[in-house]
């Protein structure tokens, strides 16, 4: 795998912390490339979820990053992820939605699965994505999945506080009920990491690290590949 990769985003916010979590977990003579398409992420929102121009558009640019050399492909945003299964055939190299390592370890970690987001369009796509990859392992669960209302209409206007307690709120009561909560937008992270300690009594995964940890065992297997029959 080239030693090239580049990570598509909704919303150019992303760039830094992804760029931070990559120095960490990566081998430090990967070239990180970003794409930030905000367009994507309010056509999203504007039309209610995923349309043909959305899945055209985000394999042009899988496409182009091919071209350019890149060595594999990152969605960032979990509502565009589905467009992976889509971009994955008209490209060579290894196009990965950020969400999955996420949801592969919560089910690895109980049946009862919380999944909260700030929009509708990022929900269904993660939980969607649980029953698949709970099916492919043999495993029934139970998904418990919440919007946060309100919000991102909170975050819209600038109202970060009342942003973070609606999100705050929604994750203890999550908490309260299930096995492993899941964040479906990686931007909640920051408000999931100030619930007191004593309140996170089972855990809430987010999907960034979770990601790059598996981006890195990807390279590890491309530029060490197991001899045949080992």
Same mark, same amino acid.
């Given at each position: ?8 985003? /909704? ?5 830094? =912390?992804? &760029?931070?979590?990559? /120095? ?5 003579? #990967? ?12 056509? #999203? ?16 640019? #899988? ?24 971009? @994955?055939?008209?490209? &060579?190299?290894?196009?990965?939605? #950020?969400?999955? =390592?996420?949801? $592969? *370890? ?11 987001? /700030?929009? %509708? ?28 209302? &309100?919000?991102? $209409? ?10 973070? *307690? ?10 309260? @009920? &299930? $096995?492993?909560?899941?964040? !479906? ?7 999931? $990491? ?8 089972? =855990?809430?995964?987010?999907? =960034? ?6 981006? @890195?065992?990807?390279?590890?297997? !491309? @530029?060490? %590949? ?5």
């Amino acid at each position: 795998m080239s030693t090239t990769l580049v990570f598509l985003h /909704t919303v150019s916010s992303l760039v830094e =912390p992804f &760029n931070d979590l990559s /120095t960490e977990i990566l081998p430090a003579d #990967v070239e990180i490339l970003h794409i930030a398409d905000e367009m994507l992420l309010k056509i #999203v929102l504007a039309q209610g979820g995923l349309s043909p121009f959305i899945y055209r558009r985000v394999a042009e640019h #899988v496409i182009a990053a091919e071209q350019a050399g890149a060595g594999g492909v990152l969605l960032t945003c979990s509502s565009i992820a589905p467009c992976v299964d889509t971009a @994955r055939l008209m490209v &060579n190299i290894p196009v990965l939605r #950020v969400d999955e =390592p996420m949801v $592969d *370890r919560a089910i690895s970690m109980g049946t009862r699965i919380g999944v909260a987001a /700030t929009v %509708p369009t990022t929900l269904k796509p993660t939980t969607d994505l649980v029953v698949a990859r709970a099916g492919m392992m043999g495993k029934e669960v139970h998904i418990d999945a919440r919007v946060c209302q &309100n919000a991102y $209409d909170a975050l819209f206007a600038g109202d970060t506080d009342t942003h973070d *307690r609606i999100v705050r709120d929604t994750l203890q009561a999550l908490v309260a @009920r &299930n $096995d492993v909560v899941l964040l !479906a937008q990686a931007s909640m992270a920051r408000v999931a $990491d100030t619930i007191p300690a004593k309140d996170q009594i089972v =855990p809430v995964l987010s999907s =960034p690290r979770l990601a790059l940890e598996r981006l @890195r065992d990807i390279l590890a297997a !491309a @530029r060490h %590949p197991q001899p045949v029959g080992s």
